[in-house]
């Protein structure tokens, strides 16, 4: 690989110990795929701030950085803690767990990590450009960043994020390069499916997306218009029955302006046609369990945005969550500050739902409940929450899922 | 067993390892998928459920990652009980991060070979003993189990 001269200083320790370590990580990384040389980055996100992840080694290799003096180089936030660092005794985290988390969390605030506890730092204070080199993980927020606003990250695993932080570098291979983030596998919609596309098939169309793409890079065609959460919704679904990083929506997403576009002038490797039958199919898949009763309902899988608060509030104005039926809606400390001035917080909480902020279902231990059917309308939940949590998951789209936590039953037909 | 064969891969991540491997057909993600504390496969849906891979060396197709994965693994590296090699078809990038992170701040190396050709079954039994290199990226089988 080809190092400047800061770099080589760097490896022979002239900048301290993290510099060297982390550098000599992002080296050896880059020479296992074939990178030219190193690439500077604008921004970094973490996904090793939750103690369920980072655990004890986690605390061990933050501890010996910041004894080492260790400090970000770049703009740097952290993805979901294992708590909400509010209200975890609410939700039942034992103490002694929280005081690994709140640990995670002095040790990052210490190398001058942002403390957003976010999986959506894009809605915070961590907002790529487009075509920005970035150092990020968490699959969902990767996939969001590449596409929907055109900047460049690989799918950073948990500490080589801290090494990319440290170092403000990342090695150049993959998704950094043009030729990388061409489309190789293309879904077209049936004109049926695209002309009667609901909310809900966002993140089923992802699952299913994910599914056949594994790590390529897929391009759809025939979705004729997505909001902001839709798209989020779609990548972070796509993102974890897959491994997508990057996904181009002819019309929609800003390097696919035509399917050509997307290809980058080659022929993809295969072509795929999804229509209304496929996509519900998918959607019973997405389903471990049976209707019937429920006892915990997940929504804001990514966190929730402020426009999604405001639905909730409305589908809950009036309403009682049925008793013995939990009603967590995730979200992040800004979302979570700017519902309660719209009064939003309100209405949810007189409706007996809780906020749950800077956490969610997957990423806190939620034993002590005993929870059995879990209700979510994301599909990232729906992948996981049956190991995470340990219950039956059954998908449903946004309205189902406050209905069922209204009625403490799910009836899908 | 003095006919021992030999399948030439490509070396990921430097190291070398003698000892017993433990074959999945299946992709694997650590994250969810092994018990950091006993290393040992927790994934009810894996070919491998209650299986160990605590030092033992682990051929699967390819890893099926979360952004987490070292956390999980790292975790089990501490704990000394996490797969002593990795064999692969393909290594992604998620896996030799685990490699390279376990010797950057455990003084571990891990050997890492990728290459596989998609019928290993053939030529890798669990319980196999094996010598594997990440540096010329070779994996002899010494014994059969």
Known sequence: ?413 | MSSSKIIQGRGCSPGEFEGEVVVSLEPFGFWQGIDPETGIVINRRHDLWRASLANKAFVFPYGRGSTGTPGIFLEAVRNGCAPAAIVNVKSEPMIVACAILAEAFFKVSIPIVEGLPADYQKLLRTGDRVRISGVSGTIEVVSSG
């Open chain 1, 1 to 413: 690989m080809n190092l400047t001269d800061e770099e080589k200083q760097i490896l022979d320790g002239a900048f301290g110990a993290p510099q060297r370590i982390a550098l000599k990580v992002l080296v050896k990384l880059g020479e296992a795929y074939g990178a030219d040389r190193l690439v500077e980055i604008a921004s970094a996100h973490v996904v090793g701030s939750s103690y369920q992840i980072a655990g004890e080694a986690g605390i061990e290799i933050y501890t010996q950085l910041v004894e080492q003096g260790a400090r970000v180089k770049v703009r740097t936030t952290s993805d979901p803690g294992s708590i909400d660092f509010a209200r975890w005794q609410q939700f039942k985290t034992p103490a002694g767990y929280a005081e690994r988390q709140k640990k995670i969390a002095e040790l990052l605030n210490r190398m001058g990590v942002i403390p957003t506890w976010t999986c959506t730092p894009y809605t915070t204070f961590n907002v790529p450009r487009f075509g920005e080199d970035l150092g990020w993980s968490e699959s969902s927020a990767v996939v969001f960043v590449n596409s929907v606003i055109g900047a460049r990250t690989n799918r950073l695993a948990a500490y080589v994020d801290v090494c990319a932080a440290l170092a403000g570098r990342v090695p150049r291979f993959g998704l950094h390069l043009p030729e990388g983030r061409r489309g190789e596998v293309i879904f077209e919609l049936t004109s049926d499916l695209s002309v009667n596309f609901e909310d809900h098939y966002f993140p089923a169309l992802g699952y299913r997306v994910g599914q056949v793409t594994g790590d390529r890079i897929p391009v759809i065609l025939g979705v004729r218009r997505a909001t902001f959460d839709q798209l989020k919704a779609f990548g972070a679904a796509a993102a974890a029955s897959g491994s997508v990083a990057l996904y181009h929506m002819v019309g929609i997403t800003p390097e696919a302006r035509s399917l050509e576009e997307a290809l980058g002038g080659r022929q993809p490797a295969e072509r795929h046609v999804v229509g209304t039958r496929e996509v519900q199919e998918t959607m019973t898949q997405m389903s471990t369990g049976q209707d019937g009763p429920v006892d915990v309902v997940g929504v804001g899988c990514p966190h929730a945005s402020l426009d999604q608060m405001k639905r909730y509030a409305t589908l809950l104005e009036g309403k009682r969550v049925h008793r013995g039926v939990e009603l967590w809606i995730c979200a992040n400390t800004v979302v979570e500050e700017m519902a309660r001035r719209m009064g939003y917080l309100k209405t949810i909480e007189e409706a007996g739902a809780k906020l749950m902020v800077g956490t969610c279902h997957n990423d806190c231990p939620l034993g002590a409940w005993g929870f059995r059917r879990l209700v979510t309308d994301s599909g990232k939940f729906a992948y996981y929450t049956p190991t995470t949590v340990g219950t039956e998951c059954i998908f449903a789209g946004t309205e189902a899922c406050f209905e069922a936590a209204i009625t403490g039953r799910v009836d899908r037909r």
